[in-house]
């Protein structure tokens, strides 16, 4: 099973989402900026299953810079994108972008887990007894 890159400038939202996605026995990379998240999924694209990533990182590279960056890397990586915009101002804003989810912000854990269920991403691993 692969890993999910979780890209977000906000440290706090990083940290709950990793411990959500570790109970939930999926590996995460995390990064806090569009360059960073880029940057780690060149290197480990191989082992990177679903990239979540907010829209309004406060750095360079923008989340619509940053998924089209991705999309170049590799064109059918799922993503999910977390933002505080509903699905019609995210369709305004990346008229020609795709994308596979909407997490619309805030979000609680259960919906992020049920989108990812969603997208038929390999199951996680059973935690031992």
């Given amino acids: ?10 440290r706090f939202m990083l ?3 990793e411990a959500v996605l570790d109970l ?9 900026s569009g360059d960073e998240g880029v940057e780690n999924f060149r ?4 082992d990177i299953d679903l990239v979540i ?3 309004r990182l406060s ?3 923008e989340g619509a810079d940053t998924l089209r960056a991705l999309r170049a890397i590799d064109p059918a990586i799922k993503v999910i994108i977390a933002s505080a915009y509903s699905q019609s101002e ?19 854990m259960e919906q992020l887990l049920v989108t990812i269920e ?7 691993e059973a935690a031992p007894p």
């Fill in 90 to 108: 995210i369709e305004e804003y990346l008229p020609d972008e795709q994308w596979d989810a909407v997490l619309r912000k805030p979000y609680n």
């Fill in 24 to 32: 939930a026995g999926r590996r995460t990379i995390s990064a806090t």
């Fill in 118 to 124: 969603e997208l038929n991403i390999d199951q996680p």
């Fill in 53 to 55: 990533l907010d829209m």
């Fill in 43 to 46: 290197r480990q694209m191989d």
């Fill in 1 to 10: 099973m692969g890993k999910v890159l979780v890209i977000d400038n906000d």
């Fill in 15 to 17: 940290d709950v989402i």
């Fill in 59 to 61: 750095t360079a590279m």
